[in-house]
């Protein structure tokens, strides 16, 4: 009979969001997971990293923050205040592990980095777009973005297991859907 963990498809999606997004970091697996599995374990042990947050206990959505704090800790994720500066984006974007071979920034003209910085945000997404990259923000309901990149093709495959473990992406730059 299996164990319950392996029939949990809220942690079967979360293991695959961050072997997705840390394909050679699975350790961020590890954390997300034992966020999920055992939250007050996952507290204790990085209380210095969620205090920054104002998190002292589990929460809701305590699994989604260790994914962000753990992408981020290996250089896969960036967060921007609501008000960044472009110029501050740009190079936190530059030193992502994530980056796409193929430098995007060579696409933008200058007038560019006068844009607000949710507007600055997604001309960097559609320029990602045009080689072949993506941008996605996994939102946590703040006044930040927490942004990880990864390749266009998979940008879908995140938005389906994002939702199916319950926790929201944005993809920067993607053209919107009409219902």
Sequence with gaps: ????????????SLGEIA?????AHPGVAE???RAHDSPHDYVSAFADRLNERGIDEPVDNLAWVALIDALAAHGLLAEFDWKED???IRAQLRKLESRPSVDPWVLFEADGT???????LHACGRHYREVGAALAVLDIASDCYPVAGLRAARADELTVLAARAGF??????????RP
């Design 1 to 12: 009979m299996p164990h319950p963990r392996d029939t949990d498809p809220i942690r079967a």
């Design 168 to 177: 929201p992406v944005h993809h920067l730059g993607a053209a919107r859907r």
């Design 114 to 120: 006068t844009l607000p910085t949710e507007a600055f």
């Design 31 to 33: 954390e997300v997971l």
């Design 19 to 23: 072997s997705l997004l840390a394909p």
């Design 86 to 88: 472009p110029q501050e």
